[in-house]
């Protein structure tokens, strides 16, 4: 079976389970099953059986309603890649917005210390302490588990000793 062949039987599933974006969404998939971008899969030559029974079976979660991120455990938020999974909610578009705005409203403030609240994944935190590197965030969050998800993010992005996150 070839890359187009896959691509259209996962979109046919997917179309069939009333997903809204059913050929993106088997883009995204089997680019995460054989480890490239979406815009390498054309160059590619036939998948191997077990890709595409690895693909089948994501393919097969989305047609359940699972999100994409968490399919993927991983979403792209402003500049950063962050780490997803059910412990906290997907980084929406519309909170890039926000993320603006708070970098617009603290303008030329020197060393501002800005607060979190209810941090999820952490994605706003980060987003502002990537953005601006004389900031400093304290995230609160009552989920241990989100908590433990923003954590990792911070470790993964790297930004120590400028976001804390607290329980």
Do not use: K
């Amino acid at each position: 079976m070839t890359v187009r062949e896959a691509l259209a039987e996962g979109a046919s599933a997917l179309e069939r389970a009333g997903c809204p974006s059913p050929s993106v969404d088997a883009e995204w998939l089997l680019a995460h099953v054989l480890g490239v971008r979406r815009s390498e899969l054309f160059g590619l030559g036939p998948p191997a059986e077990a890709e595409l029974e690895h693909f089948r079976a994501l393919v097969a979660r989305r047609a359940a309603r699972e999100p994409l991120a968490y399919i993927l455990g991983e979403w792209g938020f402003r500049r950063l890649t962050l780490a997803v999974d059910p412990r906290a909610l997907i980084p929406r578009p519309e909170t890039e917005a926000l993320v603006e705005r708070c970098l617009a409203l603290l303008g030329g403030a020197e060393a501002p210390l800005v607060l979190d609240v209810g941090v999820g994944s952490g994605a706003i935190a980060l987003a502002l302490a990537d953005e601006r590197p004389d900031l400093r965030v304290v995230g609160t969050e009552l989920s241990p588990g989100a908590l433990a998800l923003a954590e990792e993010n911070r470790r993964h992005i790297g930004l120590d000793g400028r976001v804390r996150f607290v329980q």
